[in-house]
């Protein structure tokens, strides 16, 4: 793998997690393609929600807050967390990293569903890759799903960056659930 090293000690983190886990965001996409193309504030690390507790048993040593309403509360020792709570942060200050983001997906049995809408689904053997490392993380097609809503420049680029690379199925894939999720979204067109 190029020179990814915060990736890589995201990765070191997560090794004890013995749950299904993935890069996400941009670094999925620079994953993807094979090179850091932009900088990037942090590692978002997405597991499914069904798994929280046992992140907590992995990183037991690790502060945890969870994020409601756009502010951080502490996250209780043994509370579960239902939607509308997605994302998570954990902090320790032993080591590098210091901090992790994640993201709580939604699934059914073997099937992952989009948080922001349920109706549109993917197996979950189809979410994520890995690299040549072993290193997982979210498909491109997902991973530019969660980056459609209200796109930033920085989304822009990353779409136009994966959108040649994309093979037809997955691309196929993003388009019918950019049909669901925002009909009228531009990369509908494009893809």
């Not at 094979?34 to 690390?45: K, P």
């Not at 509370?79 to 939604?106: C, F, G, K, M, Y």
């Not at 980056?147 to 680029?157: E, G, I, L, Q, S």
Request: glycine share 6%; net charge negative.
């Amino acid at each position: 793998m190029p020179s990814f090293a915060p990736v890589s000690e995201v990765a070191s983190v997560m090794e004890r997690f013995a749950r299904p886990w993935y890069i996400a965001g941009g670094w999925a996409i620079d994953l993807f393609v094979g090179g850091e193309t932009r900088e990037h504030a942090d590692v978002d690390v997405a597991i499914l929600r069904r798994d929280q507790i046992e992140l907590r048993s992995a990183l037991a040593t690790w502060t945890f807050e969870k994020v409601g309403e756009g502010q951080r509360f502490p996250w209780g020792e043994g509370e579960w967390l239902d939607p509308p709570v997605h994302e998570v942060h954990a902090d320790r200050t032993a080591s590098s990293p210091s901090h992790l983001e994640i993201l709580l997906n939604e699934s059914s049995g073997p099937t992952w569903r989009f948080r922001r809408n349920v109706e549109v689904t993917r197996p979950l053997d189809r979410i994520g890759m890995r690299t040549s490392d072993g290193v997982p993380f979210l498909a491109p097609e997902i991973a530019l799903l969660f980056k459609a809503k209200t796109p930033t420049d920085k989304d822009v680029r990353d779409f136009e960056l994966v959108r040649p690379r994309l093979a037809a199925e997955p691309r196929e894939w993003l388009r019918r659930a950019l049909g669901i999720c925002y009909p009228g979204h531009p990369w509908r067109l494009l893809l």
